[in-house]
């Protein structure tokens, strides 16, 4: 086909004569005077486009919540393991000498925001391997890792180790929660300390106001922690906010990390 | 609207093709770099992070 050909033929299909190209011998069709039922006409179009670049638009966010937030956060995760990894290799600030904090409880605590534990659940190995552990539960926070309610206990420590994270979204750790079972093992590593506690109950009927499950003795504040317990909260239902799903654990061996990983974990950082 | 945008673009059909997607590409890029991450905790089903001063909130978590 030759191109005047082509282009007599795209005339013909256009029908009123309209270049959409930038063809310099054609008139632009905006230059020129409109008779009215072609304004009402483009009046209709751009409401029509309107809309539909609203949906895009709603969709885009939609895809950019359940899809590239994952992304991002599987990025921010190892970026912020490896951080806490490496701050481990490193004496910590203020101390003299490593030797002098023998004991394991006596670990100041982190500021917020600082990385200072790894998460390891084998029942979700998928998502919680090496997950970094951070103090507070702001969203910055969750979009990293698992978040530390602050003034509750830390690893190890009487009273109650509570943490928070995303069930979808943000890379979703605990997308599969709902798998857990009472006597799965949940294992906290921090610089020092392997700790090993093991599940015993949950609730997935919680409100968000039912701030009870991460006292130190859920349910009866102000009372006198005996147990060395952790709480794990995430949303439900999952791409919810409504309700809220809790597990409870007590722990049941510590290991110093010089003595390496505890049963049940291989391949560690 | 994306006509006017479309006439306006220079060359032929395929270029204008081209240009087209490489306008859409950027502002795609530039609603998930800098739009969507500054409107994602301003939107009112993500308000429940926060102490509300009845004392603490259990953060969202989806």
Redesign the interface.
Known sequence: MKPEDAEEMRRALLGDGAT???DAEAP?P?QAPRPPRQVGRSIV??IG??FL?VGA?LL??VV??LW?TNVESAQAISQERQTIVDSWGKPTPGTPSPSASATPTAAPKPSYGDGFALLYIPRLADHVWGLPIMQG???PI?AKGA?H?RGTAMPGELGNFAI??????HSEP?ANFPDLRKGDKVYVQTKTTWYVYTLTKTDPT?S????W??EPVPGKPGAKPTQKLITM???TP????TG?WAWWGVLTKTQPVSAGAPDGITGTA | MYGWIFRHLPGPWPVKTLLFLALLAIVVLVLFQWVFPWLEPRLPFNDVTVDDGTGLVLPFLR
């Open positions: 959409p190209s930038g632009a905006d179009r751009g486009e309107t670049t638009l885009l966010m950019y919540q590239w539960v702001g969203k969750l978040g309610y928070a994270a995303h069930r979808s979204t605990f919680l968000p106001t039912d701030v499950v991460i909260t995430t949303c999952r791409y919810g906010s809220r």
